[in-house]
């Protein structure tokens, strides 16, 4: 069973940037689509940007221009960078499969605030 472990959160003012790492275990990483998930308060988990093993990426209308998603299958790492943030970006931010499987880590905390 694969495990994920995000990282990389935190407390920021609207327009500053964060950057989100999620490392997997195993060696088998680099053959899955990998997904970047949110749950902001009070509403249900969304995808926010995939990845596909080859780089091909796509990301929800809401962060496109904003956020950049990739992956270094050499280190079992995918990355969310995020840019221009806004205070609707607030959420636990958390990284698995796409589709995504039935075991999640504990995500990582953002909060937009001014």
């Known amino acids: 069973q694969v495990q994920l472990v995000e990282a990389g959160g935190g407390l920021v003012q609207p327009g500053e940037s964060l950057r989100l790492s999620c490392t997997a275990s195993g060696s088998i990483f680099r053959l899955f689509q990998m997904g970047w998930y949110r749950r902001a308060p009070g509403k249900q988990r969304e995808l926010v940007a995939r990845?596909?093993?080859?780089?091909?990426?796509d990301y929800v209308d809401s962060v496109k221009g904003r956020f950049t998603i990739s992956r270094d299958n050499s280190k079992n790492t995918m990355y969310l960078q995020m840019n221009g943030l806004k205070p609707e970006d607030t959420a636990i931010y958390y990284c698995n499969t796409f589709p995504s499987g039935p075991s999640w880590g504990q995500g990582t905390q953002v909060t937009v605030s001014s």
């Open positions: 990845i596909t093993s080859g780089g091909v990426a």
